[in-house]
């Protein structure tokens, strides 16, 4: 199926299809040079079927993990662009998760002020979240997306056979991001994902449906101005625990699914609960909440002593609402911590 995001001259087609992977040259345009921007941990069988598409593809691999959406790695593909003579005609297609779609959104998005950029999603948090939306960013000095543009793709292509490879755990971090959406937005979502007896053949409705919370809210708020930061459920303490290093093994799906747990009511808290368990993520942690406000205090949208969260009620509903630190302290302190 075809979902179209609608931003004006920006627009461009979702397309969600089993096996598109194998027919990704009828989808993109790919007779030109072709930088697809892949990672070690990434089956290669993905980025060969785009190179051989293309009428003159570069496989550039990264190592793969958080740690390469970096300034030097974003550095070195520019330079390999530049030695290879790609100009402003020429594309750049990420084939891997949000690692690879946030780097080479970014290298697309600057190079040259700007070349077509297409991104292949291959990671379940990738599929329904991070590839639409056009936010593409690098890290730098510890900070997480610190430097990045808004950008969007001339097309996603999503192939939900590609997650046949992917493991377990990253594929049950990545559902985080559909429950939170779904959490706020979509109680017949949030039943679907509490209910399912067989997630494998309900992953492309949940995708789907997460797409278009998701198409929806960027379409209302490209530029996250107001909206938009209802996506940020669950990540104000979960961005905290991802910063904490001492909890670095956890996955960023699985900060926010423990970070969604105080910003909820108790009836909301207790469902989520059961979601979590029921997938095998993480509802407690092993940690001193002080370390953890240190980082809130830090997070971008504090503003004094109090910050402004996404707050579900009621599932399929959400406010914004300024919560003191100290309270968040309590909550997280009654919470989440073991
Ligand atoms: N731009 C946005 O709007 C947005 C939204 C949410 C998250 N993000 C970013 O996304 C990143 C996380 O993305 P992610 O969870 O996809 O992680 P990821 O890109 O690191 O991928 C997770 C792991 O899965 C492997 N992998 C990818 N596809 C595979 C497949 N089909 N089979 C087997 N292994 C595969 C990768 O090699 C990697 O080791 C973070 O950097 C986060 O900041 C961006
Ligand atoms: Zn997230």
Redesign the pocket.
């Known amino acids: 199926m075809i979902l179209p995001l609608n931003l004006g001259k920006d627009s461009y087609d979702i397309v969600i299809e089993r096996t598109a992977l194998d027919r990704i040259g009828e989808y993109l345009k790919l007779d030109r040079k072709c930088l697809i921007l892949t990672?070690?941990?990434?089956?290669s069988k993905?980025s060969e079927a785009v190179k051989r598409a293309s009428r003159d593809g570069y496989i550039y691999t990264i190592p793969?993990?958080?740690g390469?959406?970096s300034f030097d790695n974003y550095k070195s593909i520019l330079s390999f662009m530049v030695e290879n003579a790609f100009t402003r005609t020429d594309c750049v297609v990420a084939v891997?998760?949000?690692?690879?779609?946030?780097l080479g959104?970014f290298v697309a998005a600057s190079y040259m002020r700007g070349i077509d950029f297409y991104n292949v999603?291959?990671?379940?948090?990738?599929q329904l979240?991070?590839?639409?939306?056009?936010?593409?960013?690098i890290?730098l000095d510890g900070v997480?997306?610190i430097v990045g543009a808004f950008y969007q793709p001339k097309k996603v292509v999503i192939d939900p056979n590609?997650?046949?490879?992917?493991?377990q755990r990253?594929k049950m971090?990545?559902l985080c991001?559909g429950i939170k959406m779904a959490a706020c937005m979509n109680s017949q979502l949030f039943e679907l994902i509490e209910n399912s007896t067989d997630l494998e053949s309900d992953l492309d409705e949940i995708i789907v449906e997460g797409l278009k919370i998701k198409k929806a809210v960027v379409e209302e708020d490209p530029h996250e101005k107001g909206l938009r930061r209802v996506?940020n459920f669950g990540h104000t303490i979960g961005h905290a625990i991802e910063s904490n290093a001492g909890l670095a093994e956890l996955?960023?799906?699985e900060c926010v699914a423990l970070g969604s747990l105080p910003m909820a009511s108790d009836d909301v808290r207790a469902r989520l609960e059961n979601v979590y368990k029921k997938y095998n993520l993480p509802t407690k942690i092993d940690t001193d909440s002080d370390v953890l406000m240190s980082y809130i205090k830090r997070d971008k949208k504090a503003m004094g002593d109090s910050i402004t969260v996404v707050f579900v009620e009621k599932i399929g509903e959400f406010q914004f609402i300024k919560m003191k630190t100290d309270e968040i302290k309590k909550y997280i302190d009654g919470g989440i911590l073991k």
Do not use: F, M, R, W
């Not at 999603?121 to 990738?126: A, D, F, Q």
């Not at 979240?129 to 960013?137: F, L, M």
């Open positions: 990672d070690s941990g990434v089956p993905y793969e993990g958080e390469s959406k891997g998760g949000g690692v690879c779609g946030d959104g999603p291959t990671t379940l948090l990738s979240d991070s590839s639409i939306g056009g936010k593409v960013a890290d997480k997306n590609t997650l046949k490879t992917l493991d990253q971090a990545g991001e996506l996955l960023h799906g």
